[in-house]
């Protein structure tokens, strides 16, 4: 039931860095396993990142373990994606999610995402 919002998004050249910033409405979010996923035209809503409840236990993909880092603060009901490196593939339209799981890894677990903000990367 949480609402999520993100921003942050814009345009960056290939090699720059970005924060992503998503805040949550209610007061269940501290419950919540956070993520992040992206979606390119075409292919399927990819799951990067999440961030246990508590922030103790954090996932990445492979494809930008390294590259970017999940954190959240719950004070401020907010979860972050830190973006460095970036790449022409990373872009997307990048999405929060808030799930009820606890499976950090499966995309199943998330079942809320924001409206998106969208991430390009220059050539």
Known sequence: QVQLVESGGG?????GSLRLSCTASGRDFSDSVM???RKTPGKERA??????RRGFTLYHHDSVKGRFTISRD???NTVY?????LRSEDT???YCAA??????????TYDMWGQGTQVTVAS
Do not use: C, T
């Not at 799951?47 to 246990?52: C, R, T």
């Not at 994606?81 to 490196?85: A, C, S, T, V």
């Not at 606890?102 to 995309?107: A, F, M």
């Open 35 to 37: 993520g992040w996923f």
């Open 11 to 15: 345009l960056v050249q290939a090699g």
């Open 47 to 52: 799951l990067l990142a999440g961030i246990s």
């Open 74 to 76: 719950n004070a401020k």
């Open 99 to 108: 799930g009820s799981g606890s499976i950090l890894n499966n995309p199943s």
């Open 81 to 85: 994606l830190q973006m460095n490196d």
């Open 92 to 94: 997307a339209v990048y």
